[in-house]
């Protein structure tokens, strides 16, 4: 059988948790590729709310297995806190035992986190808009060979090799920020977190995935961030420090490129960003405010406001052909239900020429977007069945695939997992 992926297709927080909440029925395992604490996907399970951003979206069934792969920067600070909040949920992960994590899965320290925070704050009015979750300091260790696996935590050095790294990490911060940190209070206090991994299965994962496709079985591999903060092809340098791709799910899974299937695209009726970098379409007027308090567009790690603004078809068309995607989902219709009219940027025009796929990004100011406008559709929330949907709605996802040239097979019209409808 094959590994499908969901994945983002804008700059993140498109909905994809509740994708693969939705979806995870149909698989045997739902895998994690890549990123760490850095995206937090908000899920709503039987009226509860919930934020993951370690954990796979999956891990509410226990019937299938939860894979943090090898791609991911893996903060234990933060995966306890979420099997703590999920256990006063009443959902006690460490018991059902459907939780594997890669011992090739890179750890972050908590002086990755004081890294990332220090060298964002110098950066001054330049910040590239960090989580300061320390994931790029992390993967910066990995690249330099220096960094710590999850497996390391077996071996008799464990400890010795994580305090000899937290102490070069705190000569950096001396040297490059002038910052002194209680290293030992540090110390002990991740040494304490560490022993979580304790309680669950530490495996090389990819023989596990591979023998789940060679008897048949189907994974879904979730990815984290979006296709357009991607590492290589995103609006660098505002991006972020992993693959974001479907191409990264083979490299951060170990799944060889021939057993991927469908790559489900998520996209929002509308766009949103954490942080600086160019957005074209972004909203300036008191829409902006509306957007963002009928959406909840705050995030969902930070808590800060994300920027807003319309959909964007030059960079959706842009990361559909990286993605090499095969089916579409659209989140959040409900959102624009308040709205009079909704906007659709088509094309944009770049120096007097028309551009209508992003393929080098450009400045905000340079490119002007032109826009089409749509009716919008009133209250959708309580729709379960297609033939339910408004017209104006249908007319609105009818262009859209007319001009992505993909189907969209489902349309998300509220938060919770049962408000999909399917196409």
Known sequence: MKADVVLGLQWGDEGKGKIVDVLCDRYQAVAR???????GH???????????????????????????????????AALRRELNALESLGHRVIDWQNLLISKKAHLVLPTHCLLDRFAEERLGERKIGSTQKGIAPAYADKILRKGIRVGDLLQPDFALRCRKL?????????VLFSEEIDLETLYQKFMENINILR??????????????LNSGGRILAEGAQATLLDLDHGSYPFVTSSSTLSGGACVGLGIAPQRIGEVYGVFKAYCTRVGNGPFPTEIKNGDTKKLRELGN??????????RTGWLDLPALKYAIMLNGVTKLIITKVDVLSAMETVQVCTHYLVD????????TWVDSDKATPVFKEFKSWGNVNGIREKSQLPVTLIDYVTFLEKEL???IVYISVGPDRTQMVER
């Open 33 to 39: 590729y890549h990123g760490g604490s850095n995206a």
């Open 42 to 76: 908000t899920l709503e399970f039987n009226g509860q709310k919930v934020v993951l951003s370690v954990l796979p979206s999956g891990i509410f069934n226990r019937k299938i297995r939860n894979v943090i792969g090898s791609g991911v920067v893996l903060d234990v």
């Open 166 to 174: 937290m102490e070069d990490h705190a000569k950096q911060l001396q």
């Open 199 to 212: 309680q669950f299965t530490l495996i090389d994962t990819e023989p596990v995935l591979q023998e789940i």
């Open 297 to 306: 567009e705050f995030g969902a790690v930070t808590k800060r406001p994300r």
């Open 352 to 359: 007097g020429k028309r551009m209508d796929l992003v393929s």
């Open 405 to 407: 040239g993909i189907p």
